[in-house]
């Protein structure tokens, strides 16, 4: 699996994540399911900041296009 393939998997898991925690209702009982999803959110952002400043960086080490758009994201 290649660094982008990695990159556009944490892009959906991190929109799963995103709709997960927003559909969950507001309730006592749910707190814990939301501060976990919160957290998992977090740790997804995380891995998605660093795989993208690898294809950056191996983008400027070898010259070539990594398929990242620093404006919008990956093309």
Do not use: H, W
Request: with cysteine; hydrophobic share 30%.
């Amino acid at each position: 699996m290649t660094n982008k393939e990695i990159y556009n998997t944490l892009v959906e898991i991190q929109g799963q994540l995103e709709d997960a925690y927003y559909l969950l209702p507001e309730y006592n009982a749910n707190s814990d399911g939301k501060s976990s999803l919160d957290g998992a959110r977090c740790d997804v952002s995380y891995l998605l900041d660093e795989v993208e400043r690898t294809i950056l960086d191996e983008s400027s080490t070898f010259g070539g296009d990594t398929g990242v758009d620093a404006d919008f994201g990956m093309k």
